[in-house]
């Protein structure tokens, strides 16, 4: 396992609100827990076959929790109903890591309140290192979005609410 790929998963518990994370493959083990003081321990453990029984390395990283200022939040309007008919959903197609930007410094691609075309960008979801862009695939404004900036989405996960012309 990389270190990259190790950094990731750091970025990803530390995103999440989990305590404690395990991850075990092909005889490598990494062992994340959060503590009180923003930091993490983990641990990785790497066994290797062969005809002698060897010690697994142990390797002891501490890396500190980055806290990003948080955005502001999305100022919600009277809740509409999933069941209105004049109501789509855009949803994820799929699991992946939600952006409404393509860089952190750049605007939204789109708020609430937007008007969008069937052909508009409205958001990114990465996934695999792979930054796919999101259409509407429906003419209208955008009333409400679901999810944060930075978020873990599922496929099929509703990410926008649009009404429809």
Do not use: W
């Amino acid at each position: 396992m990389k270190i990259q790929e190790i950094r990731e998963i750091i970025k990803l518990v530390d995103q999440s609100s989990l305590d404690e994370f395990l991850y075990e493959s092909e005889g490598t083990k990494i062992k994340l827990k959060k503590n009180e003081k923003g930091s993490f321990n983990s641990s990785s453990e790497t066994f290797e076959s062969s005809s002698v029984a060897e010690q697994p390395k142990q390797v002891e990283v501490q890396a500190p929790i980055v806290q990003e200022t948080p955005k502001e939040p999305v100022v919600e309007k009277a809740a509409p109903t999933a069941e209105d008919s004049s109501l789509h959903k855009i949803v994820s197609p799929m699991v992946g890591t939600f952006y409404q930007s393509s860089s952190p410094e750049a605007a939204a691609y789109v708020e609430v309140g937007s008007k969008v075309s069937a052909d508009s960008i409205v958001c990114i979801v990465e996934a695999m290192k792979l930054f796919n862009e999101i259409e509407a695939e429906v003419d209208g404004e955008i009333i409400e979005i679901l999810v944060k900036d930075g978020q873990l989405v599922e496929y099929g996960q509703p990410l926008f609410l649009v009404k429809g012309n």
